[in-house]
């Protein structure tokens, strides 16, 4: 047999590492496709984590053990002479002696500053910075965002954990386009905020997690969006107000509508549950949410109604189904009717939860942010 010629040795391994590029290329590109379905499609995503879950008490069902528990029994506001000590007793658990400081300001106010990642030209008039100084030389930011069309309103957004308000962007931009001016918040710590106090003793403490080292801690979590409220109600004109949390942020908006009724409709998203219903990674016993003394004051159920304790509030709760976090499940809804009738009973607003089944993440979907803004339109 004649050997094989260079010519013919070279134009066999070209063709063996053409279709050994074509193969890797054809595998890269079905991995990523499949990719892709499991974490970057909704509807798939949705699936393989049903699928994954280690019971039917994740996402599916609600574990009969939260069904023993009457939420209306929990809640001890029952008129609105309740409602005003409630609030009283829930505001001297975070300020003491000090009392709701209805006369906090921001220290400074920065004009004109450029927010990278924003991509609201044409939409906005302009971006201030503006930074609240608290106690023991504790310093919270925010950005206020002015549109261009205002609408005479104002939404407090306020982001959780692990990041900051700019991982919401697209949030913000569109309130702005529809012509709500936005006060955007990152959580103590987050986004240049201070994360640790010096105490009297010359120690620093962590601001979420030593708070039992710290004289009235949750005062530097509420703190910075109620001077907000002052200097919008000092400075501008705005008709309403309403506040929007995601994650630990929805904590905190669920808190700052219990305490500060000019809070007229807010939206906690992916955010809080009544003690008695958490499990899994939402429950961090030693941070803000498990703080002894506010709870002592005042329980989750009993903020709920504070909340909309008068005709024109409103909240709406929302949860991600099958959240990857935390707040998952449907369990909301165990207390969205006790909520809404006692408000009803005391002649409040409205309360109610609204589950989002469109994807797998922990996040304010499109769907969830079509539902909060048409509902902030509503009268």
Known sequence: MPLMTTRHQSGLLGRRLLLGV?????????????????????PTRVVYKRLKAADRYVYEEVHPRFLETDPRAMITVASTSDAVDKRQRLANAIWGGDGYPVARLPQSVTTGVNEPGF??????????RVAVDMQGDVRSTFAHFHPTAP??????????YAGTYHDNRRVIERLVAEGYAVMAFNLIAYGGNTAHIRLPDGSVANL???????????R????????????????????SVD??????????????????????????????????LRTGQEAIFNGPQYHR????????????VLGVDSPERRQLQVFNRFDRCCFNNVKGRLYEDPVANTAAEIGGGSFA??????????????FALDHLIADMARP
């Open 243 to 276: 506040m929007m949390g995601f994650s630990a942020g929805g904590f905190t908006a669920a808190v700052i509508a219990a305490l500060d009724p000019r809070i007229r409709r807010s939206y906690p998203v992916a955010g809080v549950y009544p003690i008695y």
């Open 119 to 128: 991509r609201i030209a044409g939409a906005v008039a302009r971006i201030d």
């Open 208 to 218: 979420h997690f030593d708070l039992d080292k710290i004289n009235r801690p949750l």
């Open 293 to 304: 003394p506010m709870l002592d004051a005042a329980n989750y159920l009993d903020m709920f």
């Open 220 to 239: 530097y979590h509420f703190e910075p969006v109620i001077a907000a409220l002052n200097y919008a109600e000092q400075r501008y004109d705005y008709r």
């Open 22 to 42: 074509v193969v890797v290329t054809g595998l890269t590109t079905v991995g990523f496709f499949v990719d892709f379905l499991l974490h970057g499609y909704d």
């Open 353 to 366: 939860v609204l589950i989002d089944e469109t994807h797998a993440d922990h996040k304010i979907s499109d």
């Open 151 to 160: 609408n005479g309103r104002m939404v407090v957004y306020h982001h959780g």
